[in-house]
């Protein structure tokens, strides 16, 4: 049917928004409207569609269940629409429920949207430079009061990785030419996340370390090993740009330069690096230290403080000056919130989903060639995870909707293979 046709191509279009534009479209609210749009249609199609249902899943639901009854719980007390916002914490796990709707058509959605990382690099790099150039252009604005060419460097660390997996693994396919741009690119784009994140530095260098694991045993690293050759090329090109740049981030006082580049490795393992690292490092350990106190070991250990309430306020945290404690909701970590929110029982059940979603790394099959979309998937899962870890990433739109997307066509391509070998029906698409 046409709306199932159109649907899907909205799908790739909004899914290339927030890979392009990240948080400067994050009040255009296409997440949510693509995933209101899509429950209705599986609503319309519910007695023809088949939904996984596994222990991953019926996680899932369980938590998405327990959010309906703290959302009941938050609107006798706070702002229906602080409610709201909040509950999206489970709520854009709803997105993974679209995939299910083209079941004939799931290689050719993966495919589609991972061909929008052939472009990534350079549209990135323009974007990046203009703003550079032109800082002007951070006050352009399309949707609120966030500058369109705004990008958060935490998810441009985990948009590089998928970027480099999908390039190495050969799932897309440039010129040489072309391919070697991107590589010096990525590399050049890469440099500068690890200037200004730590979290996108982190999860780009353990999801790619996950990556290469998965190549090795699944045999297929001999074929990156013809690149080889260029490693020192690329990065002798990417740490020329990169030393040229003159990058310059007033608010965290970080500035282009191996200096700072050395100074933020450092600082992940020592905690006596000197200003606003350090004081970073000291603000968030604070406050996740208030959370685990009043959860595992305090009053909230049952329901934990709820949805709608302000953390920041209600905890007491103190704030940078540059800071306005009253916008601030999350103690930047996705995992720590779910504690903060809905106490230890559900922070376990989401655990239980993590363990559920990585289990297959642990399985004696895991290298089996039926498997090889694992190797693309999970380490973008893992870098998605490990930057929520440390900013306010999966609790907006930007983050939730490429991983619980990505996260729905996994899970019905693993469906797919397991149930519907000879792929019957699709649903109008």
Known sequence: ??????????????????????????????????????????????????????????????????????????????????????????NYAFLLLIPFIYPDRLQELSTKIFTLYAWFPIVATICFLLTLFFPELLQWTLFGNIPLLEYKRGDLGVHL????????????????????????????????????????????????????????KTGSLPSLRPYLRYVPLVLLIAAVLYAVTGLEDPVQGRNS??????????????RDVEGSLSGNIIWRLAWWGTIIDYTLAGPYFLQGKGLGINLAVDDGIPIEEDRDRALLRSPHNFHLTILARYGVPVFCGWLLFLAALFAPLFK??????????????????????????????????????????????????????????????????
Not at 32 to 50: A, P
Not at 257 to 270: A, C
């Open 1 to 90: 049917m046409t709306i199932y046709k159109h649907f899907f191509n909205w799908l790739i279009v909004v899914y290339g928004l927030y890979l392009f534009f990240n948080k400067g479209i994050s009040y255009g609210y296409f997440s949510e409207v693509t995933l209101l749009m899509g429950l209705l249609l599986i609503w319309r199609e519910r007695k023809s569609i088949e939904i996984l249902w596994d222990k991953r899943v019926k996680l899932l639901a369980l938590l998405v269940g327990l959010n309906l009854l703290w959302m009941l719980r938050g609107f006798l007390q706070y702002p229906a629409l602080d409610v709201v916002r909040d509950s999206f914490i489970f």
């Open 364 to 429: 004696k099959n895991l290298f089996e060639s039926s498997n090889s979309e694992l190797k693309i998937f999970l380490p973008f899962f893992l870098a998605t995870l490990i930057n929520a870890t440390f900013d306010v990433a999966l609790e907006g739109p930007m983050s939730a909707f490429p991983f619980w997307l990505l996260i729905g066509i996994y899970f019905a391509t693993d469906y797919r293979r397991s149930h519907l070998p000879q792929g019957p029906r699709s649903s109008g698409a």
């Open 161 to 216: 990785l998928l970027c480099s997996i999908l390039m190495l693994s050969g799932t897309i396919k440039l010129e040489p030419r072309w391919q070697a741009i991107n590589y010096v690119l990525i590399i050049y784009l890469f440099l500068v996340v690890a200037t200004i994140n730590r979290g996108g530095m982190v999860a780009f260098v353990l999801g790619g370390w996950l990556f290469f694991y998965l190549s090795r």
């Open 257 to 270: 330069g191996f200096d700072q580049l050395q100074k933020n490795v450092v600082s992940i393992v020592d």
